[in-house]
């Protein structure tokens, strides 16, 4: 039932207390976070160390520690990076853009921000990859497109315009003649 509402992606950040116990966590304090599918969509969960032996094994779970989240930056009027480009495109929800998150996500592991936590398949079929964010330990489930590779640049030269730079085939694809213009 419902798999279309199925939340594939989304920010889930990290609770700032165990959901069990309801102890605040210490800054770099060990715990378990736990992925679980409710209703259409993902939960996070997260356990200080003494209740996970009690929480019972999730879909997902991966063990992290807390950070105090830092105070907003400065840097708010900053161009726009690719993490701050994939947080936008998650933020808005549209289907269009699954293949420019998941190449974001890619190039954002690669980078070392983010760190590959699991890959799941829902109930649809879909591959979903769960990255944890490493200084924010925030978690992201993120569709896999399985893309071919024909289709892979295509999505990375998109994302490339969308972070300010310039196509390498730009004007090739300028000259295609518009509408019924002889
Ligand atoms: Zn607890």
Redesign the pocket.
Known sequence: MGRENVENWSVRKCSDA??????AFADQEGLYSKLSFNEGEYMRQD??????DKAGPGLSSWKTIFIVPPPPAEEAVKKENAESLLRRLIAKEDEADLNAVFILAVMLERKKILVERDVQTAEDGRKLRVYEHRKTNESLVVVDPELKLTELEQVQEAVVVLLGGKPRNDGAAQDVPVGDQP
């Open positions: 165990c959901c069990a116990c309801g102890k356990f200080c160390l003494s209740c996970w």
